[in-house]
């Protein structure tokens, strides 16, 4: 406790956890007890429970589970959700559904006080152990569920972090607030399936578009097409945006808006997205994830201020296109719009539409030449300057 303030104010890493379905009332209390004792002995047995000092964490049991409060690093509360799930799926090899043991983890990071209940024991409270709960309460059967503030951490520490921390989307808690949750799986651990409780998708685009057009112009707009398969329906995106602030609040984040015609989750798509300095953007919000749309919202490094120069974000993803095409339009205005190329020398010809929302008139563009081909692939580029809000343009190829 010596980490405290007079207050008893702690910094901790938090592994909440219980049985999932316990309450059932047709379990029978020797049953239930058997499952919490069951739990208590697994982990006990984890090498990340075991070999952490007594006094190096906090213990809360909860009746049908526990959190556990650590002072290390929040890599150990993974470790132990790691270990469990393991173990635990041991222990249900061979037993029929009513003897097996069912959990759900929630895991997070934050302050709490140490407070002394009515006997003058140590006891915990605050935003860190409440927010560990209600994400935990979230997961279904086997999810390790991980706050957003969390995640990021250890997902900037190594690539099988990354790999096996994902984003879900926005859930909803209590007070009306609203989280970007992570899942936490791979092989032997974890719920790849999202859970369903307290999901929200609502889209903020129209609100989004309203705020841009007053705060944001395009200097310069590149996307990059690379089709990495012979049927041609295989494509890496890469989107630069150079941005450039006309108001003069600060630009602190962006939303972003991918639409798909195979359905996907967020994490089918590969999503990176990144600023100037190719330093990732953290994302901060996930408000859709239906199978066809993707929104979702990342927030700049340093905000972008009023005038600056040479301020960039770029996003890539990757995404099926059996259609054979990709359609641009423009929300704002751009004064330079690129398209970039790079097919299998199969592709034959690339033909583009161009649209305008306010006068309907559609016309076709042929001043695009295919590259010969070279170690198999072909290349081309397109440029046009000075694009109005409204326009829109359509790239199929065959």
Partial sequence: MSNGSKLGLIHANFFFIDIVGLSDP???????????????????????????????????????????????????????????????AKYNRGKIPSESLRIRIGIHSGPVY??????????????????????????????????????EDLRELSYEYRMIIKPLHDYHIKHG??????????????????????????SKMHREILKLRKSTMYPYIGVSLTIGNKEGNLVHYKR????????????????????TDVPSTFNDLNIEAYDENKMPLRISSINVDKPYQKEFTTVFNKP??????????????????PEK???NSFLVGCEKFKMSFDFPEKVRSLVIYESNIESGITKTNTDIVLQDSRNGRRRAEWTRKNIHEGQSFRFEWR
Wanted: net charge positive; with cysteine; proline share 5%.
């Fill in 114 to 151: 140490v407070v002394k209940d009515i006997l003058r024991n140590s006891n915990i409270w605050g935003p860190g152990i409440i927010i560990a709960r209600r994400i935990m309460d979230i997961g279904d059967d086997g999810h390790i569920l991980m706050s957003a503030r969390t995640a």
């Fill in 177 to 202: 607030q609203n989280i970007l949750i992570y899942s936490v799986y791979g092989k032997g651990f974890g719920n790849a399936k999202p859970p369903t409780k307290s999901m929200k998708q609502k």
């Fill in 240 to 259: 630069q945006y150079e941005i450039c602030n006309v108001s003069t609040k600060p630009i602190y984040r962006v939303l972003h808006g991918i639409a």
């Fill in 325 to 327: 095409y990709f359609e």
């Fill in 26 to 88: 047709t379990i029978s209390t020797r049953n239930q007890i058997k499952k919490i004792e069951t739990l208590n002995n697994l982990i006990g047995q984890c090498p990340s429970f075991s070999s952490i000092q007594k006094d190096s964490m906090l213990i809360l049991p909860t009746g049908d589970g526990m959190a556990i409060g650590f002072m290390q690093g929040p890599q150990i509360p993974l470790g132990l959700s790691i270990e469990l799930h393991k173990t635990v």
């Fill in 304 to 321: 972008i201020l009023q005038g600056e120069n040479r301020r960039y974000y770029v996003l890539e993803y990757d995404a099926k296109e």
